[in-house]
């Protein structure tokens, strides 16, 4: 009798945390693309651009996780379960996450569910919508006597409430940059009102970097309104500063304003 030898699959698992950037594929890092090249899952979240999954092998399996602003259809439990269950039945899972993973995306909490079941971790950073968003649109974050320093907040924290820290950063010369804050512009514009900073320049940036965007200038007294006549919508972020007078559009603002002074 001839007995066959049956050989076992040996599955090492990994999981790398890859940040996708603020939404143009370009914006991948070359780290990021060889994790994708090697991974035998992905999932990936609602804001990173599916073209990225073309970079991961024919044969990984690829898996939605949402994540997207007011989608609870997938809680982070259930994602931490599957990354887990995925790592340990298939290998190397690439975790893609629109962005950075460790800014407002919950990337700690992955990587320490993933190091208490004694798996490997990676973390490739990425680019954050909250820096890269604003500089492709050329608004730095520091520049001269306009910003010394940059303050990047939460517009609504896991309270479902606009972050403490907003309050202080308001009384500050700095650069502030307001992520998922866009439902609630008018409860944010109150607190730089509150500070006296009702001609404050402000950014709107909706669908950063994609070819959707959608870019609105205005001042804290006005951008209510602004966001309403262009019916931006989620996502998109915020930016409060000097800095924001620096882009092409706000010089329609100065000219309105100069004029006023005049008339004055």
């Known amino acids: 009798m001839i007995v066959k030898e049956i050989q076992k699959t040996t599955v090492e698992p990994k999981i790398t945390l890859v940040g996708a950037g603020p939404g143009d594929p370009d914006l991948l890092t070359l780290k990021g693309v060889k ?5 035998n899952v992905v999932l990936y979240d609602a804001l990173v651009n599916e073209a990225l999954l073309n970079y991961a092998p024919e044969n990984a399996i690829k898996v939605y996780v949402g994540k997207r602003s007011g989608d609870e259809s997938f809680s982070q439990e259930l994602v931490n379960k599957l990354m887990i269950d995925y790592a340990l039945n298939y290998g190397h899972v690439v975790r893609l996450k629109s962005g950075d993973p460790f800014v407002f995306a ?26 890269g968003v604003p500089g492709l ?52 514009t109150s607190i730089f009102k ?15 970097s994609s070819v959707k965007e959608n870019v609105v200038i205005g001042v804290v007294e006005t951008i209510e309104e602004l966001i309403a006549e262009k019916n931006i919508s989620s996502p998109a972020l915020l930016v409060f500063g000097n800095v924001v007078s620096l882009h092409p559009q706000f010089n329609a603002i100065k000219e309105f304003y100069a004029i006023l002074a005049q008339e004055e």
Not at 194 to 205: F, H, Q
């Open 194 to 208: 509150t500070e006296g900073k009702d001609n404050l320049p402000v950014a709107v940036i909706e669908n950063g």
């Open 106 to 131: 919950r990337g700690y909490e992955e990587i320490d569910v993933a190091e208490s079941y004694s798996i490997p971790t990676e973390i490739v950073p990425g680019v954050s919508s909250a820096l």
């Open 35 to 39: 994790a994708l090249k090697t991974a």
């Open 137 to 188: 649109q050329k608004i730095p974050m520091v520049y001269g006597t306009l910003s010394e320093s940059f303050w990047v907040v939460t517009g609504t924290n896991s309270a479902g409430e606009i972050s403490p820290d907003l309050y202080v950063a308001a009384k500050s010369n700095a650069t502030i940059v307001v992520l998922m804050g866009i439902e609630k512009i008018k409860e944010i």
